[in-house]
């Protein structure tokens, strides 16, 4: 076989939306950099629905705008609707959400990629795995041509010997209309790396002029939108900006010329049409070996887990600005053709609606996340990195933040410093990594803001802040927007000082706003602050007691992270350890006593006893 050139610091393995964050924070941190795609055409398309954010899903996108990601900026320029969830409830759940065209996020990011210093970008489906000993230095393509890397990243998705079923129909694939990747499984087997099954799926999409709309209810988007990249510490060059290098990059001014999404339910012929035809879904038939997605379930599952309940809501979301292409958010299936058709013209609006695209399921390959380290690393393979749905996560989000902490984390290898791990209180980015490693997951993982124990810490305005340090210490922002989040914080911190003691009358301002009828007045020093500075400190003060309830538990929870396991520890040799738990935890092979205490199974007894044993060691 032909090899290219000379080795790449890092190769990554797929362009999806881990793919493209891996790929981008590794060039942008200088590494050498490849990104390998089966088809550059489909450079972070939106398999499922063309939607960003969420509950939680938002935080994590602004948590990798924090970090240097791209998804944020993305999102913004091919937003078509946004909308802040949770909006009535308190700013630590609040989410951002936005429909994107899928065709414009798709080709910006490709374009950002193709424009990155660098970064190559290949067209070529990797079928196989180099190693030299037990590290890996490179993969084999279908095109008979090697590449050689210090570190490679994993970033499949869905494709790793992917079956899409309809009914008992089978078609090999990662996703409709594209390919299979059939042999580098075995690379993983070969190397000692355990694969599972996995399934998820997605619904049909319609021809909008096929739908009747004045039987289906509007939902506009927000008029004030919430944007996702921090706008108020870029420089004006960091802008979403179309016009880059001389050429035009897909997007427009976010926020504008906002679209409608529309709502409808299912009714109990849908019920009925459903639990008639069953036997033929490829779940409920015995087709398909990997679990579902339980918190995005198919419309099979809540016809037969909520059995009685018939009417279920159903988002109709468009695809993109130039397109009559709609998505049916809620009506995830794989039942036969002929059963999705009656099924759809049983709902309100549907009655004539035209299918462009059957409902399918995908079932696929994944490495249970076990068998890595937090910062993403093979246990088993050195260099061998594995970020999105190949550990078993579902979203793009998901997907983009664990890219981008494998990208860092790969040139970090290279240049032989030690590792970046996120921990659970500093964002839901730690909470999903350190859930993964330490518990594994049996079904796709989604995140949600009831995951993580600090989720009070976590508002989705206080990223910058939460990560600055990081971002400082691994280069992942210009020096320039540092400097301006440095600025941010000590406006935010002087503002909470002065609230906190001045007073109106016989309280301090701080006590005014903490009193559940006050009426939003604020001083003319704070009320002329920036937006996000205010928001910011006025969250800060509102919630004070809350939030240093959960710094003490965070303190508590650095005690004992603090305490190292040392590599290649023998839990078996720890007297009064009991056996079971010993083999978990031989198995996991936690780095702290912190990790060890999240591993299922262990309780707090069996933490007093380590920390006397490796206190003692």
């Given at each position: 076989?032909e090899?290219?050139?000379?080795?790449?610091?890092?190769?990554?393995?797929?362009?999806?939306?881990?793919?493209?964050?891996?790929?981008?924070?590794?060039?942008?941190?200088?590494?050498?950099?490849?990104?390998?795609?089966?088809?550059?055409?489909?450079?972070?398309?939106?398999?499922?629905?063309?939607?960003?954010?969420?509950?939680?899903?938002?935080?994590?996108v602004?948590?990798?705008?924090a970090?240097?990601?791209?998804?944020?900026?993305t999102?913004?320029v091919?937003?078509i609707?946004?909308?802040?969830?949770?909006?009535?409830?308190?700013?630590?759940?609040?989410?951002?959400?936005?429909?994107?065209?899928?065709?414009?996020?798709?080709?910006?990011?490709?374009?950002?990629?193709?424009?990155?210093?660098?970064?190559?970008?290949?067209q070529?489906?990797?079928?196989?795995?180099?190693?030299?000993?037990?590290?890996?230095?490179?993969?084999?393509t279908?095109?008979?041509?090697?590449?050689?890397?210090?570190?490679?990243?994993?970033t499949?998705?869905?494709?790793?010997?992917?079956?899409?079923?309809?009914?008992?129909n089978?078609?090999?694939?990662?996703?409709?209309?594209?390919?299979?990747?059939?042999?580098?499984?075995?690379?993983?087997?070969?190397?000692?790396?355990?694969?599972?099954?996995l399934?998820?799926?997605?619904?049909?999409?319609?021809?909008?002029r096929?739908?009747?709309?004045?039987?289906?209810?509007?939902?506009?988007?927000?008029?004030?939108?919430?944007?996702?990249?921090?706008?108020?510490?870029?420089?004006?060059?960091?802008?979403?900006?179309?016009e880059?290098?001389?050429?035009?990059?897909?997007?427009?001014?976010?926020?504008?010329?906002?679209?409608?999404?529309?709502?409808?339910?299912?009714?109990?012929k849908t019920?009925?049409?459903?639990?008639?035809?069953?036997?033929?879904?490829?779940?409920?038939?015995?087709?398909?070996?990997?679990?579902?997605?339980?918190?995005?379930?198919?419309?099979?599952?809540?016809?037969?887990?909520f059995?009685?309940?018939?009417?279920?809501?159903?988002?109709?979301?468009?695809?993109?600005?130039?397109?009559?292409?709609?998505?049916?958010?809620g009506?995830?299936?794989?039942?036969?053709?002929?059963?999705?058709?009656?099924?759809?013209?049983?709902?309100?609006?549907?009655?004539?609606?035209?299918?462009?695209?059957?409902?399918?399921?995908?079932?696929?390959?994944f490495a249970?996340?076990?068998?890595?380290?937090?910062?993403?690393?093979?246990?088993?393979?050195?260099?061998?990195?594995?970020?999105?749905?190949?550990?078993?996560?579902?979203?793009?989000?998901?997907?983009?933040?664990?890219?981008?902490?494998?990208?860092?984390?790969?040139?970090?290898?290279?240049?032989?410093?030690?590792?970046?791990?996120?921990k659970?209180?500093?964002?839901?980015?730690?909470?999903?990594?350190?859930?993964?490693?330490?518990?594994g997951?049996?079904?796709?993982?989604?995140?949600?803001?009831s995951?993580?124990?600090?989720?009070?810490?976590?508002?989705?305005?206080s990223?910058e802040?939460?990560?600055?340090?990081?971002?400082?210490?691994?280069?992942?922002?210009?020096?320039?927007?540092?400097r301006?989040?440095?600025?941010?914080?000590?406006?935010?911190?002087?503002?909470?000082?002065?609230?906190?003691?001045?007073?109106?009358?016989?309280?301090?301002?701080?006590?005014?706003?903490?009193?559940?009828?006050?009426?939003?007045?604020?001083?003319?020093?704070?009320?002329?602050?920036?937006?996000?500075?205010?928001?910011?400190?006025?969250?800060?003060v509102?919630?004070?007691?809350?939030?240093?309830?959960?710094?003490?538990?965070?303190?508590?929870?650095?005690?004992?992270?603090?305490?190292?396991?040392?590599?290649?520890?023998?839990?078996?040799?720890?007297?009064?350890?009991?056996?079971?738990?010993?083999?978990?935890?031989?198995?996991?092979?936690?780095?702290?006593?912190?990790?060890?205490?999240?591993?299922?199974?262990?309780?707090?007894?069996?933490?007093?006893?380590?920390m006397?044993?490796?206190?003692?060691?």
């Amino acid at each position: 076989m032909e090899v290219r050139g000379d080795a790449y610091d890092v190769i990554v393995c797929g362009a999806g939306h881990a793919g493209c964050e891996a790929a981008l924070a590794a060039a942008r941190m200088g590494a050498r950099t490849l990104v390998l795609s089966g088809n550059i055409d489909t450079i972070a398309a939106m398999s499922c629905n063309p939607a960003i954010g969420g509950v939680a899903k938002g935080q994590i996108v602004r948590e990798i705008d924090a970090l240097g990601g791209e998804m944020a900026l993305t999102t913004d320029v091919s937003g078509i609707q946004f909308r802040l969830l949770n909006a009535s409830k308190g700013p630590a759940v609040q989410s951002p959400r936005a429909q994107c065209d899928k065709k414009v996020y798709a080709l910006r990011m490709k374009h950002v990629l193709e424009h990155q210093e660098n970064l190559d970008v290949f067209q070529a489906t990797v079928t196989g795995l180099i190693f030299k000993g037990d590290s890996v230095v490179g993969c084999h393509t279908n095109l008979d041509v090697d590449f050689h890397g210090k570190t490679v990243i994993i970033t499949t998705g869905t494709f790793l010997r992917g079956l899409m079923h309809i009914g008992k129909n089978k078609n090999e694939g990662g996703r409709m209309g594209d390919y299979s990747a059939k042999t580098l499984s075995n690379s993983f087997l070969e190397a000692g790396i355990e694969l599972e099954r996995l399934k998820t799926g997605t619904p049909p999409r319609l021809l909008g002029r096929s739908i009747d709309f004045s039987q289906l209810e509007e939902q506009k988007g927000d008029a004030d939108p919430t944007l996702f990249a921090f706008y108020d510490t870029r420089d004006e060059s960091d802008m979403f900006h179309v016009e880059h290098h001389g050429e035009t990059f897909a997007g427009w001014r976010p926020g504008s010329d906002p679209v409608s999404c529309w709502i409808t339910y299912t009714t109990e012929k849908t019920s009925e049409i459903v639990l008639k035809n069953l036997h033929l879904s490829a779940m409920y038939g015995g087709e398909i070996e990997g679990a579902g997605p339980r918190y995005c379930p198919s419309i099979e599952d809540k016809f037969v887990r909520f059995e009685g309940r018939p009417r279920h809501m159903l988002f109709i979301e468009p695809e993109g600005r130039n397109t009559n292409e709609y998505y049916i958010n809620g009506l995830s299936t794989s039942l036969p053709f002929s059963a999705q058709k009656e099924m759809i013209a049983s709902i309100p609006g549907l009655e004539n609606a035209h299918l462009l695209r059957p409902a399918y399921a995908v079932e696929y390959d994944f490495a249970p996340p076990t068998q890595i380290f937090p910062h993403l690393e093979s246990k088993k393979v050195e260099n061998l990195f594995f970020a999105g749905q190949i550990n078993g996560t579902s979203g793009y989000e998901e997907a983009a933040c664990q890219g981008l902490v494998a990208g860092v984390n790969a040139a970090l290898k290279v240049r032989g410093d030690a590792p970046f791990v996120l921990k659970r209180y500093d964002g839901y980015t730690g909470v999903l990594i350190d859930d993964l490693v330490t518990k594994g997951t049996q079904e796709p993982y989604r995140m949600f803001t009831s995951r993580a124990e600090y989720r009070l810490l976590f508002n989705h305005g206080s990223s910058e802040l939460r990560l600055l340090d990081y971002a400082r210490k691994y280069g992942l922002l210009s020096e320039s927007r540092l400097r301006r989040i440095e600025r941010k914080k000590e406006q935010i911190e002087s503002s909470v000082a002065w609230v906190e003691s001045n007073r109106v009358g016989e309280q301090t301002w701080a006590t005014l706003v903490r009193r559940n009828d006050w009426d939003g007045s604020l001083p003319e020093g704070i009320e002329s602050l920036p937006d996000a500075v205010k928001a910011e400190a006025l969250y800060r003060v509102r919630y004070d007691g809350y939030l240093k309830r959960e710094l003490r538990q965070v303190e508590k929870l650095n005690n004992v992270e603090g305490i190292q396991v040392p590599k290649g520890f023998d839990f078996l040799t720890v007297t009064g350890l009991k056996k079971e738990c010993a083999l978990k935890l031989n198995e996991m092979g936690p780095a702290n006593l912190g990790q060890a205490s999240r591993v299922s199974g262990v309780n707090p007894a069996d933490i007093s006893i380590l920390m006397v044993a490796l206190n003692n060691s």
